[in-house]
């Protein structure tokens, strides 16, 4: 699979809204609890957690946006990657959009794709 279009495809870290209730829960319960040290602590750590898993579940498409937007290319390849792999529009939807054919936004992210292959072999160290 092109490396490009992998590191682009890839899912954010999985996070269940769960971690959410969790760690509004822990804020509540640290309030409750903060003149007891010992249970307030037990509870910031739960809450320390929480943060890290919701943190790692939304990095994957600030890395994804990051690094399109750090591409050599004009804002408008920038925008239809960001559309089909941040937002997840199909070429139709993206097409509507930007009021292009979907043939142009097909061209327009193979020169996304190929710049995107290209910012990732320049960064590999060479043997």
């Avoid at 809204?17 to 822990?26: T, V």
């Avoid at 307030?40 to 929480?50: M, Y």
Wanted: no cysteine; aromatic share 8%.
């Amino acid at each position: 699979m092109n490396k490009a279009v992998e590191f682009l495809t890839r899912e954010k870290a999985p996070v269940g809204l769960h971690w959410y209730y969790i760690a509004n829960d822990a804020r509540q319960l640290i309030a409750i609890f903060k003149d007891d040290d010992e249970i307030a602590n037990e509870f910031r750590s739960v809450l320390a957690e929480a943060n890290k898993r919701i943190e790692a579940g939304s990095s994957a498409d600030t890395d994804k946006k990051n690094f399109i937007n750090a591409l050599p290319v004009a804002d408008r390849i920038k925008q239809v990657l960001m559309l089909k792999y941040v937002e997840k529009k199909t070429a139709k939807e993206i097409a509507d959009l930007l009021h292009y054919s979907t043939v142009h936004i097909f061209r327009l992210h193979r020169q996304g794709i190929e710049a995107a292959n290209n910012a990732l072999n320049s960064t590999r160290p060479r043997l």
